[in-house]
């Protein structure tokens, strides 16, 4: 009676270490990417001033702008495949995806713009137009792989060479020029305007119309293409977190079956993940429009390996049913560092790649790790 | 009814073997050309003008194929399927890689059709005394030549002095890297007073092109001028520096003056333009097939066609806004 007491207590005492234990080791792999992100800004911080010999430092309200509008389009283009890869799926239309909606917003706002709408309404028009255009391929895409039940990696994979062939055909392979001057502003303009030094000061909303110095001084604080990406990740953010359109997509990237016989109208909701991938693929090849005044049928390629190591980065496991939007925002935010850090830095480019490699392997360790530790937990 | 199938038979034997020995005896001199350029894109749609101006100058027929993306891959089918034409007497092309290119091409010869290469060549472009000899001829600007000439358009417009940095697009593609090697050779030895701080690859992506030169200027504030090595970088760069409320100040090139390069010229966002001429390659292609047919020998082996360089002063004037690649219709 005595020893079985005796047993009882020692086991009790062991689970709860474990218990412990195993919380440490998720809270870690949890955090893990914050605690990078963290240590790579200090290590930019000391390291930048001792490179150039004080002549530069890497923390300026310049640099956080400008990393945050680097990572806009990379960010974007990684949020609705968060969603599919959290249900246990891949687009890999995203990057041709973009330059569809480049082609199609430059088009459309240059078209209307020239019948004679004023530029706000051209703007939206081409808004509105992206997000319709992109949701369609997006559905298309998400019927095929939902309905047909062809692999997703497949049906993407082609839709891009389709997606990537209709961007060629809109634009003669030529860059869709010839946009509203004034668009330049959309994409380029602040919220906020910080002039530094002597006659400075804060402006809001409107350029301040300054010249030299001051002109030079002037930091745009969040950018309109950052509002609209901050934006977009709140709503996505407050979708996968508080709805149940988010827990139905977990449930789906989870276990299949079970989110079938819980009554999930799985189909559908494929469907409208493949759609949110396409339009958030879309407000990026928009922002670029507004950003560079041209759309192109090539701009949103090269981006999609980096979007998709930032949504690893971040977290989400490749095999689904894991992973947040907050997670793929460090991750991309961890590749914007590392890029505008080592230029700061000036070392030579190709380190560039290597380290954003080695960052994306080591995330998938860590992912792995963290899983493996967990079942060895719970199989003991 | 036999009877009449022979009669058919002979009668077509008799047409289509007789035609080609009525046509050649007629047109003694005037060749059949093929021209296969390396993608569609504004250069090439150029040099076909030149192409179709010279060939209707001279009379002669020639037939156009234009690959939709570049690659050897790509280029090298629709080049079997000229070959298996069997009227061509003559190839002006770009090849799509200087060494993947030169079998398909021995192909051509052997097949009888004469070679002749334009914008782009086959082994190092010396086909004298180069590992690859079978063309006729190199028409084109080279590369090393464009960022010769792109740094010493930059030197001046920044007062030859001053921190110049280069954005290109991929390590290892020939263009590009030949710019930026014709770039650094002139600022090392004609510009003591001009320091090139480095370069980055945006791997064709504009906005990396913006947050590699944003971060450049963060380090070098003082930061005089960038070398774009295509038009996209010089778009990404440009965007970065007049996002910095340095347009104007610091000069931006650009190379290759396609409409869009034109379009950011006039707004600010790039300084110089850099118009290489596709127009003369293929107008002169065409001239050298025929020439060669009439049995020209002393054809030169290589061509520059050599560059036009264009600022916000001078794209107005006539004589230079003529080498911007416009086509007609886009």
């Known amino acids: 009676m005595a020893l079985g007491k005796q047993q009882a207590i020692e086991v009790g005492t062991t689970t709860s270490q474990r218990e412990r234990r195993k919380q440490l080791v998720l809270l870690l792999s ?351 | 009814m036999s009877r009449k199938l022979l009669l058919v038979v002979v009668s077509l034997v008799l047409v289509f073997g007789l035609l080609p020995v009525v046509s050649t005896g007629a047109q003694n001199d005037l060749p059949k050309i093929g021209f296969l350029p390396g993608v569609v894109d504004p250069f090439y749609q150029v040099m076909q003008l030149g192409v179709e101006a010279s060939a209707a100058a001279l009379g002669v027929e020639v037939v156009t194929q234009i690959p939709p993306t570049w690659g050897v891959e790509v280029q090298t089918p629709i080049l079997d399927a000229m070959i298996a034409r069997g009227d061509l007497d003559y190839l002006i092309i770009a090849p799509t890689d200087k060494d993947q290119m030169i079998g398909p091409l021995e192909t051509a010869l052997a097949a009888g059709i004469k070679v002749i290469t334009v914008d782009t060549f086959l082994g190092d472009g010396d086909y004298v005394n180069g590992p690859v000899t079978f063309p006729i001829s190199y028409i084109g600007s080279d590369n090393v030549e464009g960022g010769r000439i792109s740094a010493r358009g930059l030197a001046e417009a920044i007062g030859g002095e001053g921190k110049v940095y280069i954005n290109s697009t991929n390590p290892n593609v020939s263009s590009v890297e030949g710019r930026a090697i014709g770039f650094n050779e002139v600022m090392a030895n004609e510009y003591p007073d001009i320091e090139v701080i480095g370069l980055d690859f945006n791997l064709d992506s504009m906005d990396t092109a913006t947050q590699q030169t944003a971060a450049v200027l963060q380090r070098e504030p003082d930061l005089a001028g960038v070398f774009g090595t295509n038009v996209f970088s010089a778009q990404g760069a440009g965007t970065a520096v007049v996002n910095a409320g340095l347009g104007g100040e610091v000069q931006v090139v650009a190379y290759d003056a396609t409409q869009f390069a034109i379009e950011m010229l006039r707004a600010g966002t790039v300084s110089l333009v850099l118009a290489q001429k596709p127009f003369d390659m293929g107008y002169l292609a065409v001239q050298f097939a025929v020439a060669d047919a009439a049995g020209v020998t002393s054809l030169p082996k290589r061509v520059q066609t050599g560059f036009a360089i264009i600022t916000i002063d001078n794209v107005d004037d006539p004589e230079i806004a003529r080498f911007i690649y416009q086509v007609p219709g886009s």
């Open chain 1, 30 to 380: 949890r955090v893990w990417a914050w605690v990078f992100l963290g240590i790579l800004i200090v290590f930019f911080i000391v390291s930048v001033p001792i490179v150039s010999e004080g002549s530069v430092t890497f923390l300026t309200v310049r640099n956080s702008q400008n990393i945050l509008v680097a990572i806009t389009p990379v960010l974007l283009l990684g949020l609705g495949q968060t969603f599919v890869i959290i249900a246990g799926g891949i687009d890999l239309s995203v990057g041709w995806m973009m330059s569809l909606a480049s082609v199609i917003s430059a088009l459309v706002i240059r078209e209307t713009f020239n019948v004679g709408q004023p530029l706000l309404a051209a703007v939206i028009i081409g808004f509105v137009a992206t997000v319709v255009g992109t949701g369609f391929v997006g559905f298309l895409n998400g019927t095929i792989i939902a309905r047909l039940k062809v692999p997703a990696f497949i049906v993407t994979l082609g839709s891009s060479f389709i997606v990537r062939g209709v961007a060629f055909l809109l634009t003669d392979n030529t860059t869709v020029i010839g946009l509203p001057p004034g668009l330049r502003d959309y994409g380029n303009n602040a919220l906020i305007y910080l002039i530094r030094g002597e006659g400075g000061g804060v402006y809001f909303l409107n350029s301040p119309d300054v010249t030299g110095d001051l002109l030079r001084n002037m930091d745009r604080v969040l950018p309109y293409p950052v509002v609209l990406t901050v934006i977009v990740v709140a709503i996505a953010m407050f979708l996968l977190k508080k709805t149940q359109f988010g827990r139905h997509t977990y449930a789906i990237g989870g276990n299949l079956e079970a989110a079938l016989r819980a009554g999930i109208p799985v189909d559908r909701h494929i469907i409208s993940l493949y759609m949110l991938s396409a339009v958030t693929a879309g407000i990026a090849g928009f922002l670029s429009t507004l950003r560079f005044t041209a759309g192109s049928a090539v701009i949103g390629d090269p981006l999609l390996l980096s979007s998709i190591a930032a949504v690893i980065i971040g977290g989400v496991s490749l095999f689904g049913g894991a992973g947040s939007v907050m997670g793929t925002v460090i991750g991309a935010l961890l590749i914007a560092v590392l890029t505008t850090g080592l230029v700061m830095l000036n070392v030579l480019p190709f380190w560039q790649f290597i380290v954003v490699g080695v960052v994306v392997i080591l995330a998938v360790l860590i992912d792995q790790a963290r899983d493996l530790i967990i079942g060895r937990f719970e199989s003991e």
